[in-house]
């Protein structure tokens, strides 16, 4: 009995045992499987959130991620289109651009492919050849912060095809142009200067390639392409070709614009004057064939340019224009009837509201040819006088005194004529408006003035482009009066006071000034000495104006240091184109 009791007593140990392994096996089970699960369930919900993800990223939002994506790799370059040309006439060059590069480097692949090595015989080739010491050159490529870092702009492309041969590591070239003129001084401040854009591409900033500087650019192209991470372009997605602009072909002929700035500067150098000016047209067709200024400066050396000579004063400065206006009186004169050729009027000194009007040269009395011939401020003064403020002029403007030209270039003055034309004049205000004063004209306005007389009365608008069909006048005053005019002019360089604005073999139609400067507006004792004339007068073809700016070497007058300069342009001209002589010299006709 004792034994079969301890015997009961061990089974129910046992069972107890078990059970007690049962239920912490039944635990472990459960854990593991809710370990299990829980995993599961991460991983599921890991799974739907990436799906999730994609699906948002490829149907909600794939533009935006395509237009990150693009940002990145995506770049637009803007292709310059060559800058046209500048020619004259007759198809020579004036401006042309020439194909250049700059250099430029990346600091970063440079340090990244051992940086700049001093005894590299390719890098001391690229200091040397960018004349830049070695140790500034050290320093320029320090930086892996920097991107881009310029060492030498507009390099010949022979230079460029050298330096691209050394291979170095972080170097890169990009393709430009300088502008070239080939007549240099001779028609700087017409034809202006260019700089350099934040495209890169080249702008008109004076002259003729600031105002046409729409029709020289051109229209520019634009590529798209996308960069991998390096930078190197991996595809081509679009591109557009620039387009060329046509050649500006200008009325200039380059010929007698060298012809006429020559004669310009000696005659400044001679006379020591500060300035000098001097307009040419065709009388037929209001081209402008030559446009000076002296001093000048040389636009392929921009570093040696006085910037204070970039004025073309042809259009920028006014003045009085002195006793240049003495054939229009006359011509208004003879229109009005106030006066014939037969006329005589007492030359001799008068007051006009007690202030005296004589001239340099005492005569008693002279017909019209006279007064021209005698540059006479009382005769023109008379004639003034009989007539009303209102109808000088008028005179004046319909010539284009004080009138804008509308040429199309930059920095040009209108001048002024009597803006307040109701207001009564006093008759010393009329007398002395006679003889060019009270009036500012530019050099071009009584350059085509002349033009005028020189087309018997028929105005037309001047051009400085090339003119194939010319535009159709107008008349300003009957052909007759011009004639008579003319023919008074050509007696002033015969026997007047521009015999040195004579032409040996030609006839010539002339008209000599000089007048006071003013400064501050008072008059100054400074002169401005001018001449003004057609040739040949027989048949005009060609005006021409010369004005010298403060003559300091003795003389200031017109017939003495303009009317000169004046005789050795014209006459110049006349034989470069040509034109058959129309006058003896000695007896004989001179033949070119």
Do not use: C
């Amino acid at each position: 009995m004792k034994f079969t009791n301890i015997t009961k007593k061990n089974n129910v140990k046992q069972v107890t045992r078990l059970n007690k392994g049962n239920k912490l096996n039944s635990k472990k089970q459960i854990y593991t499987r809710t370990r299990f699960y829980l995993v599961y369930g991460f991983i599921i919900l890991a799974i739907i959130s990436l799906l999730v993800r994609m699906a948002i990223l490829q149907i909600i939002e794939p533009d935006k991620l395509i237009a990150e994506a693009n940002k990145r790799s995506i770049r637009h370059q803007e292709m310059s289109a060559l800058r046209a040309m500048i020619t004259d006439r007759n198809g020579r060059a004036l401006a042309v651009s020439v194909p250049m590069y700059d250099v430029w480097a990346d600091p970063k692949v440079v340090i990244q492919k051992g940086g700049v090595d001093r005894n590299d015989i390719r890098w001391q080739g690229l200091a040397k050849t960018l004349n830049i010491p070695m140790p500034t050159l050290e320093q320029k490529l320090d930086n892996s912060s920097m991107r881009f870092v310029y060492l030498s702009k507009q390099i010949t492309p022979t230079t460029a095809d050298y330096l691209k041969q050394l291979n170095l590591p972080g170097i890169s070239f990009a393709k430009t142009s300088k502008r070239y003129y080939p007549a240099a001084e001779n028609v700087a401040q017409l034809i202006g200067l260019t700089d350099v854009d934040e495209n890169g591409s080249e702008k008109g900033s004076e002259g003729i390639e600031k105002s046409f500087n729409k029709w020289l650019m051109g229209e520019s192209g634009q590529r798209i392409i996308r960069r991998d991470r390096a930078g190197r372009v991996i595809e081509e997605l679009e591109r557009t070709d620039s387009e060329v602009a046509s050649d500006l072909t200008l009325s200039i002929d380059e010929r007698l614009q060298s012809l006429v700035y020559s004669e310009l500067s000696q005659a400044v150098q001679f006379n020591k004057a500060d300035s000098g000016t001097a307009v040419l047209i065709d009388v037929h067709t209001g081209e402008i064939l030559a446009m000076a200024t002296s001093p000048s400066y040389n636009p392929n050396n921009r570093s040696s340019i006085d910037y204070s000579l970039l004025r073309n004063r042809a259009i920028t400065d006014a003045f009085e224009p002195g006793s240049t206006v003495k054939p229009l009186v006359v011509m208004a004169a003879l229109e009005k009837k106030i006066a014939d050729l037969n006329t005589v009027i007492d030359t001799s000194p008068f007051l006009v509201n007690r202030y005296e009007i004589k001239d340099v040269s005492y005569q008693k009395s002279l017909n019209l040819a006279g007064i021209l011939e005698k540059s006479s401020n009382v005769g023109v003064s008379k004639l003034a006088l009989q007539m009303q403020s209102s109808d000088l002029v008028e005179f004046y403007s319909r010539f284009g005194l004080g009138q804008p030209t509308e040429l199309g270039l930059g920095g040009e003055v209108s001048g002024s004529i009597a803006a307040d034309r109701t207001r009564k004049w006093a008759d010393i205000e009329r007398a002395t408006f006679s003889f060019g004063y009270g009036l500012s004209v530019t050099p071009l306005q009584l350059a085509r003035a002349y033009a005028t007389i020189g087309n018997y009365g028929i105005y037309r608008p001047v051009s400085i482009l090339k003119v194939t069909q010319p535009v159709e006048g107008k008349r300003v005053v009957s052909e007759k009066i011009a004639k008579t005019v003319v023919q008074m002019m050509e007696a002033v360089a015969v026997t007047g006071g521009g015999t040195k604005a004579s032409v040996p073999g030609y006839s010539v139609g002339v008209k000599t000034g000089t007048a006071k400067k003013l400064s501050g507006g008072r008059y100054v004792n400074q002169y401005l000495a001018y001449t003004a004339g057609i040739a040949p007068a027989t048949g005009p073809k060609y005006s021409l104006v010369v004005i010298i700016d403060n003559p300091k070497a003795g003389q200031y007058y017109g017939g003495s240091v303009s009317a000169p300069v004046f005789s050795r342009i014209m006459g110049g001209v006349l034989r470069t184109m040509n034109v058959k002589p129309d006058r003896k010299v000695d007896g004989q006709m001179i033949v070119y």
